[in-house]
């Protein structure tokens, strides 16, 4: 499968070699507008434009990436205001994204994009993001939240985040950025574009790998390999033709090995070493592959119409294969409880940690093997009128379908001379053997009146969704049926929303908005819908050169959505569960300075970021998820407060940028009060760093410092137990361009 696509992305590299009519790029300045209709890969497109919607939104430029090109995604996000992270493995390789209180467990909770497009494996049937895109390939990152959002879904509540890939350049540009850094980690970056007037291209190939920085007992790889290839293709008809068009395929593919587990430390051996890794673990790994098409039509009939066509489809594949539990004679007892309570379970425990022999088929490894398809059709109308009243009307439509096909087992090992050893093979489907499948119809409207200081925005989205299970059983390997159980769930809902923003003059402007939140439930019947009424209130100004956006919110939830997955702690059945009634309101600042504004040669800007967040359920019930929950406790794994600071000088040749972040304590269930010291993750304090060389016009030197005081801090303490954030790590390299 990657020769075929290396060879077509190499053949239409070569055959597009003469490249297409130039394309402008979003300007970074939010002084300037570069109106951005023809790119239908960015939803906003320019800090301009977020700055003057009706609801909050967040654009993070390639400029912005490219102080630190961190390969981390959460380190990028953490920036955004609103934005909460829950650490898992120290590379951001499965982020848990949190916007505005929503669950943070494999981001399952709001819309992501990538370059317009769902990019969850199964949005709608299985939104957990095992899959995520590489953000070191993006050029762009939008963040929507608040009303400002509801042209996006299927969910609502929190907000919508897409990730905007390398644009086709107006010239022919060549880029190569290779890194190396300790941990054996190293980084490759190549690309090369090129347009002309009726033909463009770009092609990117992109791999970061790593050995990982625990520390495996009895020795061992707990890093990662990654792989990503992608391409866009396009033809466009030429720049005075009566009616523009063009069409523009992409394609991408990737694949990985991480030696990733869910097993953590107790809390006795992570203030021993936070970065051991016990050798029952020795096995575990996610072998992954994901393909991308995108068919994108563009026509302007009109200077005041266009419409935009986008045919996709994602083919995703993984096999986590980790351990799940721990027999020594007790039953099985799943790795959680023994971190847990590991004097309870102390003969699991001794099992897992010791590195001693064991008797035969003690751990259970459990192939996690899962296929996932994410098709549709989507399209929309962009249409400009009035004089008096500036207008601008969007209508979408959407056809989308996807699937979750898991197919898993189980394998029994022991530990024999000091190794893990494979006593008894599992049989494949004799675990999980069931298929999840989504179709949906969406649609939305949009509409956006100008009233001089005033604009408004009134919005409606609906979806209709048919949500299926096909469960065949354990004893159904062939799948014939014969233990056939199903169930199924459909879903109408109608969306509103509206925002409004208000310019007092250049400097100061108000916005706001309301709008419903919603989530899809699963399959099971009784399961209903998240719904929520969401409110924001904010301001935008500028004050003798400082610049900044403050913003309230207060999500009402009538329903949360709680789901069972492992990642969470949970059983791993991914089943939603009603888990009622749920306030969170929280702040929202960010403000910017440049101390050296009015110096030609010396630049020094300051960039402050802040959140809090407050969560309280309304009413009372017990889940694996969430623990016992009484009214009022706190929703698990938000910091109620978090920050950071950016700071960076340049002159000339060089520059320096340190970013340094905050994140509060966090409960790993809910409560309120006092934090137990087993359902705590303390806060942290991390500062990274990034220096670049400009040795001439097309090469610079790179120094790259994240964690730079080695601060020891635990990220989670799921899934299983206490995991560590990533220690000191530093590379360098260089950044070649033509």
């Known amino acids: 499968m990657k020769k075929g696509f290396l060879i077509t992305l190499t053949i239409l590299s070569l055959a597009f070699a003469k490249a297409q009519q130039p ?20 939803v906003f497109g320019s800090k301009y434009a977020a700055a003057n919607r009706t609801g909050s939104s967040y654009y993070v430029s390639e400029k912005d990436l490219s102080k630190f090109n961190y390969t981390d995604v959460n380190r990028a996000l953490l920036s955004i205001p609103g934005v909460n992270i829950t650490e898992e493995d120290g590379y951001g390789l499965r982020p848990n994204i949190s916007l505005r209180g929503t669950q943070a467990e494999r981001s399952s909770k709001i819309t992501l994009m990538e370059d317009g497009v769902l990019i969850a494996p199964a949005p709608y049937s299985a939104p957990a993001a095992y899959y995520f895109p590489n953000v070191a390939r993006m050029e762009a990152i939008e963040v929507l939240k608040g009303s400002s959002q509801v042209q ?23 880029y190569a950025r290779m890194n190396i850094g300790n941990y054996n980690s190293k980084q490759t970056e190549l690309r090369i574009s090129d347009s002309s007037e009726r033909f463009g291209y770009v092609a990117e190939f992109l791999n970061f790998n790593s050995d990982g920085f625990k520390t495996l007992d009895g020795g061992g790889n707990t890093g990662f390999d990654r792989n990503d290839y992608s391409g866009k293709f396009r033809y466009n008809t030429a720049a005075d033709a009566k009616i523009y068009q063009s069409l523009t395929l992409k394609l991408q593919f990737s694949e990985g090995v991480d030696n990733e587990t869910y097993l953590g430390l107790t809390d006795e051996d992570f203030k021993n070493d936070p970065y051991r890794r016990y050798l029952a673990s020795a096995v575990d790994r996610i072998d992954t592959e994901h393909d991308q098409i995108q068919l994108t039509h563009l026509i302007q009939p009109a200077k005041n119409l266009i419409f935009t066509t986008t045919a996709y489809s994602n083919n995703f594949a993984r096999n986590w294969y980790k351990l799940n539990d721990v027999n020594t004679g007790n039953g099985n007892v799943g ?21 001693n022999d064991t008797a035969e088929n003690v751990f259970n490894v459990k192939a996690n093997n899962r296929n996932y398809y994410s098709i549709g059709i989507q399209t929309k109308a962009n249409i400009s009128f009035g004089n008096k009243v500036l207008s601008d009307l969007e209508i979408g439509l959407r056809y989308h379908t996807d699937q979750e096909d898991r197919f898993q087992w189980v394998d029994a090992y022991g530990i024999t001379n000091g190794k893990l050893a494979l006593n008894t093979p599992g049989t494949p489907g004799t675990d999980a053997n069931r298929v999840s499948e989504a179709r949906a119809i969406a649609a939305h409207v949009l509409y956006k009146a100008n009233l001089g200081k005033l604009t408004i925005t009134p919005g409606l989205r609906y979806e209709d969704i048919n949500l299926t299970r096909d469960n065949y059983g354990s004893s159904d390997i062939d799948r014939t049926g014969a233990n056939l159980s199903t169930r199924e769930n459909n879903v109408q809902v109608w969306i509103p929303g509206i925002g409004a923003h208000y310019k007092i003059d250049k400097n100061l402007a108000f916005f706001g908005g309301v709008h419903k939140g919603f989530s899809p439930p699963g399959s099971a019947p009784d399961v209903d819908e998240e719904k929520s009424i969401n409110y924001e209130l904010g301001s935008r100004f500028l004050i003798k050169g400082l610049r900044g956006e403050a913003t309230a919110f207060f999500n009402d939830y009538s329903n949360l959505l709680g789901s069972d997955l492992a990642a969470s702690g ?40 802040y959140t809090y967040t407050n969560t309280s359920f309304q009413n009372a019930f017990d889940s694996d998820v969430y623990g016992e929950v009484s009214i009022g406790d706190e929703i698990p794994y938000i910091a109620e407060n978090q920050w950071n ?24 269930q809910a409560g309120s009060g006092t934090i137990l010291a087993t359902e705590r993750v303390d806060s942290n304090f991390i500062i990274d760093a990034a220096a670049r060389f400009k040795v001439s016009k097309n090469l610079t030197l790179t120094a790259n410092m994240i964690n730079l005081l080695d601060a020891e801090y635990a990220a989670s303490r799921q899934p299983a137990g206490l995991r560590p954030g990533h220690p000191f790590g530093i590379n360098t390299g260089l950044i070649a361009r033509f």
């Open 152 to 174: 996006y879904g299927p969910f609502t509540t929190g907000g919508a985040i897409n990730f905007v890939s390398s644009s086709i350049a107006d010239n022919l540009e060549g």
């Open 23 to 42: 394309q402008a790029k979003a300007q970074d300045s939010i002084n300037n507008l570069s109106v951005i209709l023809l790119r239908p890969s960015s």
């Open 570 to 609: 949970g059983g791993g059945t991914t089943d939603m569960f009603n888990a009622g009634e749920v306030n969170v309101s929280g702040l929202e600042l960010a403000l910017t300075y440049d101390f050296l504004q009015n110096n030609n040669k010396w630049s020094f800007p300051l960039t402050f970021n």
């Open 335 to 355: 790795i959680a409880n023994i971190l847990n309570d590991p004097i309870t379970n102390a003969q699991e425990y001794e099992a897992i940690s010791s590195g």
């Open 645 to 668: 600071i950016i700071a960076g000088v340049s002159h000339g040749k060089w520059d320096f940028n340190a970013n340094a972040r905050f994140v509060g304590a966090m409960r790993t």
